[in-house]
């Protein structure tokens, strides 16, 4: 069927125009986590061994659980045994708890130098809920360096790094001392 545009409305052609899809095979599925959209957990971010994802957005928490296990009773062969984190898991309570990848927990295994920065941050923003499928709960990273005026940075400076001790508005004693006089 062709559209025909009698409103000269570039928004009309824009809803129209033909996407492409993309197929996805259930057995590509390695694990799923449920997301909140709109502050409901109607969500579900579903992740692939191509390492993409896909982000589907439901109308009720209902419909969440109905695809849930449907998808589950569909036992895609590359799903992790520990293939989603759902229910009322405190996210805390993932960091700590011993992770079959690494033999320890995931915040051990940092600590340990087993996985870099970046895994660990991309795990804790997961765990989080965030997800770079949607915009409102993107990933957020730490501001770690301190020197943003030195032509040349010396990571081995530790005057190069911020102090993660204090938050980024009170770096420094003036800042600390300004928000002492507000608490």
Wanted: net charge positive; with cysteine; proline share 5%.
């Amino acid at each position: 069927m062709d559209f025909v545009n009698k409103s000269a409305n570039s928004e009309f052609m824009w809803a129209c125009e033909c996407y492409p899809s993309s197929d996805f095979s259930v057995n590509d599925v390695k694990y799923f986590c449920v997301r909140r959209y709109q502050m409901i957990p109607k969500a579900v971010e579903v992740f692939f061994t191509s390492r993409k994802s896909i982000f589907i957005a439901f109308e009720s928490p209902e419909k969440v659980n109905k695809f849930i296990k449907k998808l589950i009773s569909l036992n895609p062969k590359n799903m992790s045994k520990q293939y989603h984190m759902y229910g009322n898991t405190v996210p805390g309570d993932l960091v700590h708890r011993v992770n079959p990848q690494y033999g320890k927990s995931l915040q051990e295994a940092w600590v340990n130098r087993e996985i870099t920065n970046f895994e660990y941050l991309m795990k804790l923003n997961l765990i989080a809920g965030r997800s770079f499928n949607d915009l409102s709960q993107y990933p957020v990273f730490p501001w770690v360096l301190a020197d943003y005026d030195s032509k040349e940075l010396d990571l081995r400076d530790a005057r190069s790094y911020r102090d993660l001790r204090w938050p980024i508005g009170a770096q420094n004693q003036e800042n600390r001392d300004t928000m002492k006089e507000y608490v």
